[in-house]
């Protein structure tokens, strides 16, 4: 049963395409009206398919796409009620800023007023206005246009030629010509990686301001983190066709839902370093260690505990779904489609992999040895004359602070000091963690553990 409070829903989404690539696999997520949502990952990732699957841009292979609880799977992009703003501006250049953002209402039909002799809504006995499929009016157009220029603040080049205006004019010009729609849904994708740094930052402001003046649905489109989490009330984050975590921008920063999350969401990346807790101590290569607090001894093996038994339980159905993914797989690439489908399970990578990882989970839960993946911010690493002692391989300093690396465990690793003192390639520096900010991985899966 579908939620129909949800504005947009989006179940158990795929894309394939005819070589049998699956560009998007499983994609759930509900956005609420007004909600601003941020789809983040690296290219290839299924971020752009996805939004052009809610645009009617894309074909949806399996799955559903509800907006405002009806089932939108087979509308035409026209009947969405979407506006999408594109990487490119794409302006027209022997046209007026006015008349590109004028066009896509001059090219259009609307459920509109019904409008007599002398430009007035016909009202109908309930002293509503009666709405019939017509074209703008000039007047109409006209109002719409000047009110968009009005909030991008652009009202000032309306006469002028896309030539004449900066690169953020121009992308404040695609932008108007999306809203002069007065869509219901809003989608961007990577509006901004055209623009010079600077005028990202400023262009990040204006289109969070936007879309609080419009009241918009929004959904952006970007493989820049700190895009992702400026501008988003949720964050989507994918990789490789499949969603990671959903969250605010402050749960998926302080609570990744796995390794790849803790890597790409954070500036400067998280360190990850190999160790072993052996009891309460965390041991490095190196020789460091690092004492755990009992409440973080428990969570890890209550950790394992529960994956080897949700692994357990859960492994007939793993196949199956192995199974049938290859087999959609398999009927998507049309040159195999006089074949016959075979799957053998004893054979199957994934399903290896699978097996053996509750093999690993029972031979660590008998030898109370866990080998982990230990994370740490660089800026959780502070400086502290009663930390251990590093040696700086090289700083680089970025005005009030230095990013400083260094060997810990074996890798090198970074870390985010202020710049009180100079630092310098060979200065000796004393640091310690936080350990409120230890994040703690499962090298099988690679999940957050901590």
């Known amino acids: 049963m579908v939620d129909t409070n949800k504005f947009v829903s989006l179940i158990n989404v795929n894309k394939f395409y005819d070589n049998g690539m699956h560009a998007v696999t499983d994609f759930n997520l509900d ?11 690296p290219s290839g990732c299924g971020k752009s398919t996805t939004l052009r699957m809610i645009a009617g841009l894309e074909d949806i292979s399996g799955g559903e796409l509800y907006i405002e609880g009806k089932l939108a799977n087979d509308l035409e992009p026209v009947d969405r009620d979407v506006a999408m703003v594109f990487q490119s501006y794409a302006l027209y250049p022997n046209m007026t800023i006015y008349d590109n953002m004028a066009f896509p209402l001059e090219m259009r039909k609307d459920m509109l007023p019904l409008l007599d002799k002398d430009g007035n809504p016909v009202l109908d006995e309930k ?30 080049q309306l006469n002028k030629k896309p030539k004449a205006l900066s690169g953020g004019q121009r992308q404040r010009v695609a932008l108007g010509r999306a809203i002069v729609r007065k869509s219901k849904i809003l989608l961007m994708d990577e509006p901004l990686s055209n623009l010079d740094a600077k005028l990202r930052v400023y262009m990040r402001s204006e289109i969070v301001r936007l879309h609080e003046a419009t009241d918009s649905t ?5 493989h820049d983190q700190t895009e992702a989490m400026t501008m ?15 969250g605010t921008p402050e749960e998926i920063y302080r609570h990744p839902a796995n390794k790849f999350v803790a890597s790409f969401i954070g500036s400067p990346a998280m360190n990850f370093v190999d160790c072993i807790m052996d009891k309460n101590v965390l041991r490095f290569s190196d020789g460091h260690e690092v004492t755990l607090e009992t409440s973080i001894i428990d969570w890890v093996k209550k950790f394992y505990t529960e994956q080897l038994a949700d692994h357990k339980a859960n492994e007939a159905k793993f196949i199956e779904e192995r199974r049938a993914q290859l087999e959609r797989e398999f009927k998507a690439q049309k040159h195999l489609r006089k074949k016959e489908f075979k799957f053998d399970e004893t054979t199957d990578k994934e399903v290896i992999k699978y097996k053996e990882g509750i093999a690993k989970m029972e031979e660590l839960i008998k030898t109370h040895n866990y080998p982990l993946i230990f994370g740490i911010r660089p800026e959780a690493m502070k400086e502290d004359e009663k930390g251990d002692e590093y040696e700086v391989l090289l700083s680089e300093l970025l005005g009030d602070e230095y990013y400083v690396h260094l060997m810990f465990g074996g890798k090198e690793c970074l870390a985010k000091v202020p710049a009180e003192k100079k630092i310098t390639k060979g200065t000796k520096i004393k640091l310690s963690f936080s350990l409120d900010k230890v994040h703690l991985f499962d090298p099988i899966t690679e999940k957050a553990i901590f």
């Open 218 to 222: 929004t959904i952006y489109v970007t």
């Open 31 to 41: 956005i609420a009206k007004n909600e601003f949502i941020v789809f983040v990952g």
């Open 127 to 156: 002293g509503e206005a009666k709405l019939v499929l017509r074209k703008y009016t000039k007047g109409e157009i006209d109002t719409r246009v000047k009110e968009a220029a009005k909030i991008l603040e652009i009202s000032d």
């Open 232 to 246: 988003a009330s949720r964050i989507v984050v994918m990789s490789k066709g499949f969603v990671q975590q959903i």
